[in-house]
């Protein structure tokens, strides 16, 4: 298999490096349009499309092409190789790269925090974030549930910010207090159980069985209420925290218990006291 002993854009004529003027339009091309915002995969796919020749006939192109050509720096031209890009351009180029560095490299933590609270309002499931889209991500109710607003990482944080910049005591929605309610069956489990131990002889499986049964109804007619305490050190530590931009992920770790999105896209923060502050977007 035939490789490449010079740089894309170059051909060695009578001993010396020369610019092949179709190669260095392409160069060209890939810098500009890696600036105006296109990822390697993209670009790369489009050279395939069009079935640009990288060399002798393979029109084949992927990101690492790509990605090696834009760190090329002999594009610049030096003792060996005439210019092909300005170094206006490859500099524009080379804080393009960099920006979108530093913009993975804050994504992680963000995006591990929106895993770990997103659920879905319909189902209660938690989201997956896809990341398949060649423009953004896109994050989806693992069950299906249809949301009408486009999810990105963008629109959930900002979303949840404006949340949070909102006077929090309007929004604030406090659940049922906590309480213990038996209803019919707690009864009659509970009698149930009793004739059981005044019997003489008795399976213990059977009346373990019971047992289990009749402590499992009563903790679901148990209710869990808000902390107004603790609901009142959390509204003050955001109201501290609204002067400072950006998505405060560590104060939503602490506080959050869920970050719930409805159908319509609508947020809603449970706290870990047991209110709710819910918002639109």
Not at 138 to 163: Q, R
Request: with cysteine; hydrophobic share 35%; charged share 30%.
């Amino acid at each position: 298999m035939c490789i490449r002993t010079i740089p894309y854009g170059y051909v060695v004529e009578s001993g010396a490096k020369v610019i092949v003027a179709d190669e260095a339009t392409v160069i060209t091309e890939v810098f500009e349009r890696y600036c105006s915002g296109e990822t390697f995969k993209q670009i790369a796919d489009s050279l395939t499309e069009r079935a640009i020749k990288f060399f002798e006939g393979n029109s084949s192109w992927n990101k690492n092409n790509i990605a090696r050509m834009i760190d090329d720096a002999r594009y610049l031209g030096n003792e060996e190789y005439p210019p092909i890009i300005s170094a206006e351009l490859y500099s524009k180029v080379k804080t393009c790269r960099e920006g979108r560095s530093a913009k993975k490299a804050e994504l992680p933590s963000a995006a591990k925090l929106i895993k770990d609270k997103l659920v879905c309002g319909q189902c209660g499931k938690h989201f997956a974030r896809k990341s398949k889209w060649k423009t953004r991500e896109k994050w989806i109710c693992s069950s299906g549930c249809k949301c009408s607003v486009y999810l990105d990482d963008k629109t959930i944080i900002d979303n949840i910010n404006s949340v949070l910049s909102n006077p929090v005591m309007a929004n604030l929605q406090r659940r049922n207090r906590s309480g213990y309610h038996p209803d019919s069956d707690i009864s009659r489990l509970t009698n149930e159980v009793n004739r059981m131990m005044e019997q003489s002889k008795v399976e213990f499986k059977t009346i373990a069985n019971s047992i289990l049964e009749c402590a499992s109804a009563k903790f679901d007619c148990c209710s869990i209420g808000e902390n107004d305490e603790l609901t009142q050190v959390i509204l003050e530590m955001y109201a501290e925290s609204q002067t400072e931009k950006g998505l405060d992920e560590y104060l939503i770790a602490q506080t959050v218990d869920e970050i719930v999105v409805d159908e319509n896209g609508k947020i809603t923060l449970r706290l870990k006291s047991g209110a709710e502050i819910k918002g639109d977007i």
